[in-house]
């Protein structure tokens, strides 16, 4: 059976959370009303989609893709392509790369100049799926500042 990529609909909430799930499995889940708002935000702010794998009506795939308007490189946008994750029971069927690339045309349609998205995964496997996908390793220093 084939997935249908496309970008998320409100209907989508209760799903994504199922899927969020095997992201970060410790990550506790957000309050109902927390999550209604959020999603409400990533829907709507005319900045983000969410693009989805849907198969057997729920997604099984996902990622997130920030369009970042900018004022460099002759005014020309930036992505930045977030929460990456595929159901464990649907893994290695090529669907993190269809979302992937759903948002890079997004991206390049938006005339983005680049697309950068980060991983905190160790794994040769997991950095490698995201070569294979058409992003470069290293190319830059990676920062990041959590709130204590």
Not at 6 to 35: I, S, V, W
Not at 49 to 58: K, P, S, Y
Not at 65 to 75: K, M, S
Request: hydrophobic fraction near 45%.
């Amino acid at each position: 059976m084939a997935a249908l990529i496309r970008p998320a609909r409100a209907e989508d909430l209760a799903g994504m959370l199922e899927l969020y799930r095997h992201l970060n499995q410790d990550d506790p889940p957000p309050a109902p009303t927390a999550a209604e708002a959020a999603w409400h935000a990533l829907l709507h702010s005319g900045l983000t989609t969410v693009f989805v794998a849907e198969m057997e009506a729920r997604p099984v795939a996902s990622c997130t893709l920030v369009i970042v308007p900018n004022l460099t490189r002759g005014g020309r946008s930036y992505g930045v392509i977030e929460n990456v994750v595929t159901h464990a029971a649907h893994r290695q069927r090529g669907l993190g790369h269809a979302v992937l690339q759903a948002a890079l045309d997004a991206a390049w349609a938006a005339g983005c100049y680049k697309v950068m998205l980060a991983s905190g995964s160790k794994q040769e496997a997991t950095l490698r799926f995201y070569e294979a996908a058409g992003f470069t390793r290293g190319g830059k220093t990676f920062f990041e500042a959590r709130r204590r």
